[in-house]
């Protein structure tokens, strides 16, 4: 993805004058306009198209200030293509799909609209997204005529190629993707831009210093804390590393942590902030559609995985703090108790969202409504005189100009998904995979999940995660569910290693952006997030075997199965960290994440995690025994205390 360019003069007005009325327009529509599907899908891209080819340049020669001759051009047939649809929407209706002739206006129109679609995903998403949506389409049109077996798929006509990606309602380039893109995901990263304007993210980082702050290692339990509160708001990794980064990083490396470690620790929190209710970014909104079930219900099961995966990451930048001898930061530069729950009204438009989702209400009204709620917190803050939280003129337009920027890139990721999915579902290509895992895993649950998963993770190595998740779940999860996985737990697979995919060398776009931050290596950092990220490889493989944890049962299987997996996790990262009190043997560290995984199976019998718990508990006094008994080891502890 190129940077966006920075307009001035009259251009740049213009454009946020664009951006801006494009934020009002959505969320006027949201509270006030009823239009039907095709309508309202072709007015968003009507608005965002333009936007990405006016902002991002077509390549690294292109004018970093303005943009080029070509670039309105094509602004101008992203105008025309949507307009065509909405100006025809009637006699659209009225056609008979597949039997109608396409007319040759239609085949041209439809032509340009995949075309521009497809260099949006180039400039605004990825180049791999472009050229693996533009094989989707050999493949659908006539590649699959000539394959063998069950990669055989009948050759589709141009008109009717055209007709399923421009003119079919649902499907193509003004799909169902792009109509969950124009009415929820465009109204919570509206959401998401106004609560920062009137302070909301600064909050999070003040709140989570006097939280862990004083504690050992305080900067990186300061960072997993405010990644997990920014990240599910924003939604995209990269940001909520630069964003988080910024401050906690350079934290970090003060307070003694290596420069990969302290990138790693950003990285992967901010990644995990994607899967963390009550937001989880975007993705959830579309898996909702999957699933046909209220987003509530998505983030309802997502709790306890996110919770895992934090406390983990949690556990293990704490155990490497006392590897390290670190301590927390001052008292003295830590804000009191009495300055944050003072400031504690910023989280008004949070509850705001959490509690009308509760009250029963759709994600859609939450996010409504609480957008008003964050705009009345910040026209408080003009009259009590603060001038952080007051949402003045400016911070008012920065907001709205910024909720439509940060659309650009889902929207167009929606559209071309939509482009992807539709060539995959009509040439039968999704069926072809499962026969194929079905095939390689020979039948056998494991071997399928750990087929899925690499899969999962290849797409989310250089995409966004909201496309690698609708690209990964089309293939992955019609497989898990004819191997008998529920719906939720065979899509929240998908999505976690969808997500984890950001952190997983080579690519790890996530750990690439923590390491410019912090100096060092982009693949040392890669591995190293990778690691901390381990917890989150196993947790999708627990809950799709065990319901409890994706709060399927009763409240005390719940609650059993929830303690269990948080002693599993801290079990876990003492593994993985080799220390506990004291340095442990790999042996001893091996054993210890093996039991710590057992642990994550709360529906094993109960004679099974009894002896795992006291193995556990032999391995942890055996191994710090000179700690536990320092008079019978007062020599060797320290001879041991030199060499170490």
């Given amino acids: 993805m190129q940077h966006m360019r920075e307009i001035k003069g009259p251009i740049g007005w213009a454009i946020t004058a664009v951006a801006v009325f494009t934020s009002l327009f959505h969320l006027y529509m949201a509270g006030f306009g009823t239009v039907e599907p095709r309508i309202r899908n072709a007015m968003h891209l009507i608005l965002l198209l333009p936007l990405a080819f ?17 670039d309105f051009i094509l602004a101008l047939l992203s105008i025309a293509v949507c307009a065509f649809i909405i100006i025809e929407n009637d006699r659209l209706n009225m056609r008979w799909e597949y039997f109608t002739p396409v007319l040759l206006t239609e085949m041209i129109l439809g032509s340009i609209a995949v075309v521009l679609v497809l260099e949006a995903t180039r400039r605004a998403v990825s180049s791999f997204l472009t050229y693996l949506t533009l094989l989707g389409l050999i493949y659908y049109s006539f590649l699959g005529s000539f394959l063998p077996g069950f990669l055989y798929a009948r050759p589709v006509s141009f008109p009717r190629l055209i007709e399923s990606m421009y003119l079919k309602q649902g499907d193509g380039v003004f799909g169902s993707l792009t109509g969950v893109s124009a009415s929820y995901v465009v109204l919570f990263i509206l959401f998401g831009a106004v609560i920062s304007e009137v302070g909301v993210g600064d909050y ?56 990969q470690f302290a990138a790693a620790v950003e990285a992967t929190a901010s990644t995990g902030g ?11 909104f579309i898996m909702a559609e999957f699933l046909g079930v209220p987003y509530f219900d998505v983030a309802v099961a997502s709790l306890i ?5 934090f406390m983990a990451c949690g556990f293990m930048v704490h155990y490497e703090a006392k590897k390290l001898g670190l301590q927390g930061i001052p008292w003295s530069e830590l804000p009191t108790w009495r300055e944050v729950v003072k400031e504690s009204f910023l989280l008004i438009p949070i509850l705001s969202l959490i509690g009308i989702m509760m009250a029963g209400y ?13 705009l009345g917190l910040g026209v408080v803050g003009i009259f009590i005189k603060n001038e952080e939280v007051a949402l003045t003129p400016k911070k008012l337009l920065r907001a709205f100009e910024m909720g439509a920027k940060n659309s650009i890139m889902i929207a167009i990721a929606c559209s071309v998904a939509d482009i992807f999915t539709t060539s995959i579902s009509h040439s039968g290509l999704g069926l072809a995979f499962t026969s194929i895992v079905t095939s390689a895993s020979g039948g056998i649950p494991i071997i399928a999940l750990s087929l899925i998963a690499i899969a999962c993770l290849i797409l989310g190595m250089g995409l966004p995660t909201i496309v690698a998740y609708i690209l990964a779940s089309a293939i992955g999860v019609p497989v898990m569910l004819k191997f008998g996985f529920q719906p939720m737990a065979a899509h929240l697979f998908t ?27 982009p693949l040392k950092t890669g591995w190293e997030a990778t690691r901390l990220s381990l917890t989150g490889f196993i947790i999708p493989f627990a809950y799709v ?29 003492i593994g993985l960290e080799r220390y506990y009190r004291a340095k442990i043997s790999i042996l001893s560290a091996v054993l210890l994440a093996v039991g710590g995984c057992i642990l994550y199976f709360g529906n094993l019998p109960f004679w099974i995690h009894l002896i795992d718990l006291l193995l556990i508990a032999g391995l942890l006094a055996f191994e710090n025994r000179e700690v536990i008994f320092p008079q019978r080891f007062e020599g060797q502890l320290e001879l041991k205390g030199d060499e170490r």
Avoid at 59 to 66: F, G, I, L, T
Avoid at 362 to 374: H, R
Avoid at 495 to 521: E, N, Q
Avoid at 546 to 567: D, S, V, Y
């Fill in 495 to 521: 999505l976690y290693f969808a997500v984890i995919g950001c952190v997983t060398p080579p690519v790890c776009v996530s750990a690439f952006a923590g390491a410019s931050i912090s100096g060092s290596d």
């Fill in 274 to 284: 994607q899967f963390m209710p009550p937001v989880m970014g975007v993705a959830a």
């Fill in 204 to 259: 999070f980082m003040k709140l989570a210093k006097r939280i862990a702050g004083w504690a050992s290692g305080g900067p990186a339990k300061i960072a997993v804390l405010t990644s997990a509160l920014f990240g599910s708001i924003s939604g995209i990794a990269v940001a909520n590393v630069y964003t988080t980064g910024s401050f906690t990083i350079p934290m970090m490396k003060k307070l003694g942590y290596r420069s």
């Fill in 54 to 70: 006016l902002l991002l340049p077509a390549s690294k020669r292109s004018p970093k200030h303005r943009p080029s001759v070509l």
């Fill in 362 to 374: 759709s994600a859609f009204m939450a996010a409504f409504i609480s957008i008003f709620v964050g």
């Fill in 545 to 573: 075997f065990e319901p409890n944890l994706l709060m399927e049962g009763t409240a005390l299987e719940i609650l059993k199965t929830l303690i269990l997996a948080l002693i599993g996790t801290a079990v876990l990262a």
């Fill in 305 to 309: 995985p996110a919770i895992l995966f």
